[in-house]
């Protein structure tokens, strides 16, 4: 006798319902951070856009962070926070490698007994929940998903190294994502190149640091590698996220790339053609690169000082470590 296993089906179409955001308590200037790098206001400026970037007090972790961000977005949303089934944290700086990040968060945000998982992909692991969260809702696994990009990346900076410590802040966003009449969110545009996964990542491991052969672990980057690959490749692939998304780029209403660069998000518009009108998100400004927090908290600006955007398209992209990249188009809440 044949048995015939019961299928899940979801939605056709999912959408996202509303941003949150955290972002770290201290705003830190150029200025406190020029001397170890033996570096200026000016020359951080040229280079990155940045002006100031936030970071968070010594006992707040990413944890803390993503709790504010996702409390934020379902407050906004409408859903009630024990009918979330889903939580998708992003991820590169949990305090410990284990229990998860969305476990804890979960619990505390009143979405217990969700299920609930951590995704370490970088400067892309946003997008990449996101990517993850609506897969899953259309095939029934859940209903309403919480995704969060939370870092604390000033705890593995060096304040000495040159490639990338001056970059980094602190800070959360979050979505909440749930079922829709309509296509809200397009197919992705994902994958990885882990030929070059020396580019950007740690300098040492826990086991090394542990065994007192390195001292504590920092990101490091290798500056122009990651910003040849990201102007050249990354273009390509948000062009692509637009094909599949079968708009061109007159239909965007509102460019969200992540927070890398100025001169890297500068370029990408240069080169998909994207008219007068898109607004750009430029998050970078004045929170700094905060990795897997990138683009759900220059989302969530955008939101707050043009809510004229709502319901429009944006293009949102995401690349870093691994290499690993992500990128799709989305209906702004």
């Not at 200025?31 to 006992?59: F, K, M, Y």
């Not at 190294?161 to 009449?181: E, K």
């Not at 390509?236 to 927070?259: S, W």
């Amino acid at each position: 006798m044949s048995i015939t296993l019961t299928q899940a089906t979801g939605p056709a179409f999912t959408r996202i319902y509303s941003y949150g955001a955290a972002r770290g308590e201290n705003a830190v200037p150029n200025e406190d951070l020029i001397g170890p790098i033996d570096s200026s206001d000016e020359w951080i400026r040229q280079r990155t856009g940045i002006v100031t970037r936030v970071r968070a007090d010594h006992d707040t972790d990413a944890i803390d962070l993503a709790t504010v961000a996702a409390t934020e977005a379902i407050e906004k949303s409408g859903v009630p926070a024990d009918q979330i089934d889903l939580v998708i944290v992003a991820t590169i700086s949990n305090p410990k490698q284990s229990p998860s990040v969305s476990a804890i968060v979960a619990d505390r945000v009143g979405a217990n007994p969700a299920a609930a998982y951590d995704v370490n992909a970088a400067c892309a692991g946003y997008a990449y929940a996101v990517t993850q969260a609506d897969a899953l809702i259309k095939a029934g696994a859940a209903r309403y998903a919480l995704v969060i990009g939370t870092e604390k990346l000033s705890d593995i900076v060096d304040p000495a190294d040159r490639s990338i410590s001056f970059l980094l802040g602190d800070g959360a966003g979050a979505a909440l994502i749930g079922p829709s009449d309509t296509p809200g969110i397009a197919p992705a545009v994902w994958g990885s190149d882990g030929s070059k996964a020396d580019a950007v990542g740690m300098n040492g491991t826990l086991t090394e640091f542990r065994d007192g052969e390195v001292p504590w672990p920092t990101l490091r980057q290798e500056g122009p590698t990651v910003f040849r690959w990201a102007v050249w490749e990354m273009a390509k692939v948000a062009r692509e996220a637009l094909d599949k998304a079968g708009v061109e780029p007159t239909d965007i209403a509102a460019f969200i790339p992540h927070q890398a660069n100025v001169r890297i998000i500068d370029e990408f518009a240069k080169q998909l053609k994207l008219p007068e009108s898109t607004v750009i998100a430029r998050d970078i400004e004045t929170t700094g690169n905060t990795s897997a927090a990138s683009i759900p908290l220059a989302s969530h600006r955008l939101m707050a000082e043009h809510p004229e955007l709502s319901g429009g398209l944006a293009l949102q992209i995401g690349f870093g470590a691994g290499l690993v990249f992500a990128a799709q188009v989305v209906v702004l809440p």
